[in-house]
């Protein structure tokens, strides 16, 4: 695996000041920037080390700020700030040609960056994201389930991925803790809904792929089409055998869909 560099980056970012906000960051080649969701950022860090090492890629993966025992601005409360901080992350980075992946949270945070027009970005991958509703297909309400009913809804497969909370150290509870008030905090506990969302995705101009898990009981399939029928241009793809976590659950499989994708997007220009 390549190895991972860690680094705190402070972000001036418009109507907010200065936020501070760690980075990891492997591989060289293609800018990724990959966002996790409220399951924090080992959700998507093995990811993150397959897609440096199997392809070539330097992928950035920040932790939202609240989140693995980070500091939470207290002006810093939605996922349209999130998106613009990661807008502003990019620029102090000075990246150009970034593709931007998101799951969950993280998705609806890229959509947010996206909807931002941000120079700097070639390509949007969403990857079961929370934030829009369709009739009939709520948004699973994460907050008043148990850790049990969390991987029943999470994954095709949950037998292989149940955790108990009571058997992880102090530490590490005390971890999951933060990041579920994080996640109440810019979700909008309980709903992890932007009513107006919908009507405003028809501005992304970015080419953009829509992943969906077929077994995601979280967010419905349903939701994913509404995403890819909103944006402009948007492919949409469902993954047999696969719930609210491609990237734990079958990343063998959306590897080389993200990849793909991202490759038939202009080269970085540096």
Known sequence: MPETEHTTV?????????????????????????????????????????????????????????????????????????????????????????????????????????????????????????????????????????????????????????????????EAQRMMAGNRAALAVYGGEPSMVDLDLLARLPAITLPTLVVWGDADRITAPQNGQAYAEAIPGAQFVLMERTGHLPQIESPERLLPLLWDFADARPAPLS
């Open 10 to 170: 402070s972000v001036e970012v418009p109507d907010l000041g200065p936020v501070s906000v760690q980075v990891s960051v492997r591989g060289e080649g293609r800018p990724i920037l990959l966002l996790h969701g409220g399951a924090g950022l080992m959700s998507v860090a093995g990811f993150a080390d397959r897609l440096a090492a199997e392809r070539s890629a330097r992928v950035y993966t920040p932790t939202h700020p609240g989140f693995q025992g980070t500091k939470r601005p207290v002006t810093l409360t939605n996922m349209r700030q999130l998106g613009a901080l990661y807008a502003a992350l990019l620029g102090a980075l000075n990246l150009t040609g970034v593709t931007v992946v998101g799951n969950s949270i993280g998705g609806w945070i890229a959509a947010e960056l996206a909807l931002l027009h941000p120079k700097s970005v070639v390509s949007l991958v969403l990857i079961d994201a929370v934030g829009v509703e369709v009739p009939g297909h709520p948004i699973a309400d994460f907050f008043n389930l148990s850790f049990p009913q969390i991987a029943e809804y999470s994954y095709a497969q949950p037998a292989a991925f149940r955790i108990d909370p009571t058997q992880l150290s102090p």
